[in-house]
């Protein structure tokens, strides 16, 4: 009995997804929840009809075939993604998914203090921060003045960069390594058209 309704539950999805254009998610096993908001919040954000379907950690053979067909379902609406977004839509898709998901969701809050020596542009910080902040990171910038020589500055940049070092490093695992230059070119960009405003 079971079995039949798994069936006529599978049926209907189906039905449902083929009578439009529609990217279901067929999710196994235990899913990670910021994950799926993440990526609920992004597909609307970029008019992607987006569907999560929670299926539980038991795996059978009728579960397998009904996710081979939403797979070839998705696919044909990846196509039609693909000619509106281009074909790289797929990886700049996750890409601001993984933007989306907290970094750290526990309690320890860290920062990533970016230590400046000289006069500040200030737009460019607080721009930086702003870009940082959607993107879930801590940022603050950490202005030692300029006077690299005047006592204590050395020490505060050099604890400033070791504070740093985990943060960053999870930053890398999260993003993936060149997501400095990715932020700093979406910081660039915002600068140049508030500027020519």
């Given at each position: 009995?079971?079995?039949?309704?798994?069936?006529?539950?599978?049926?209907?999805?189906?039905?449902?997804?083929?009578?439009?254009?529609?990217?279901?998610?067929?999710?196994?096993?235990?899913?990670?929840?910021?994950?799926?908001?993440?990526?609920?919040?992004?597909?609307?954000?970029?008019?992607i009809?987006?569907?999560?379907k929670?299926?539980?950690c038991?795996?059978?053979?009728?579960?397998v075939?009904?996710?081979?067909?939403?797979?070839k379902?998705?696919?044909?609406?990846?196509?039609?993604?693909?000619?509106?977004?281009?074909?790289?839509?797929?990886?700049?898709?996750?890409?601001?998914?993984?933007?989306?998901?907290?970094?750290?969701?526990?309690?320890?809050n860290?920062?990533?203090?970016?230590?400046?020596?000289?006069?500040?542009?200030?737009?460019?910080?607080?721009?930086?921060?702003?870009?940082?902040?959607?993107?879930?990171i801590?940022y603050?910038?950490?202005?030692?003045?300029?006077?690299?020589?005047k006592?204590?500055?050395?020490?505060?940049?050099?604890?400033?960069?070791?504070?740093?070092?985990?943060?960053?490093?999870?930053?890398?695992e999260?993003?993936?390594?060149?997501?400095?230059?990715?932020?700093?070119?979406?910081?660039?960009?915002?600068?140049?058209?508030?500027?020519?405003?």
């Open positions: 009995m079971k079995s039949l309704l798994l069936i006529l539950f599978f049926a209907s999805s189906i039905v449902h997804i083929q009578g439009q254009d529609v990217w279901v998610n067929y999710v196994m096993g235990k899913p990670h929840m910021a994950h799926f908001d993440a990526m609920k919040a992004v597909a609307k954000e970029w008019g009809n987006y569907e999560a929670f299926m539980g038991k795996r059978t053979k009728a579960m075939a009904e996710s081979k067909k939403i797979d379902a998705n696919q044909k609406y990846f196509n039609k993604l693909a000619e509106k977004f281009g074909k790289d839509w797929e990886k700049r898709f996750r890409f601001d998914v993984q933007k989306r998901k907290p970094v750290y969701t526990s309690v320890e860290p920062v990533w203090k970016d230590p400046v020596l000289g006069k500040p542009y200030m737009a460019y910080f607080d721009t930086k921060k702003a870009v940082a902040k959607e993107w879930g801590n603050e910038p950490l202005f030692l003045g300029c006077m690299p020589d006592p204590g500055v050395k020490e505060q940049d050099e604890e400033a960069q070791a504070s740093n070092k985990q943060y960053l490093a999870d930053l890398d999260h993003f993936g390594k060149g997501w400095k230059e990715l932020l700093e070119a979406e910081v660039q960009a915002r600068l140049k058209v508030n500027t020519d405003k």
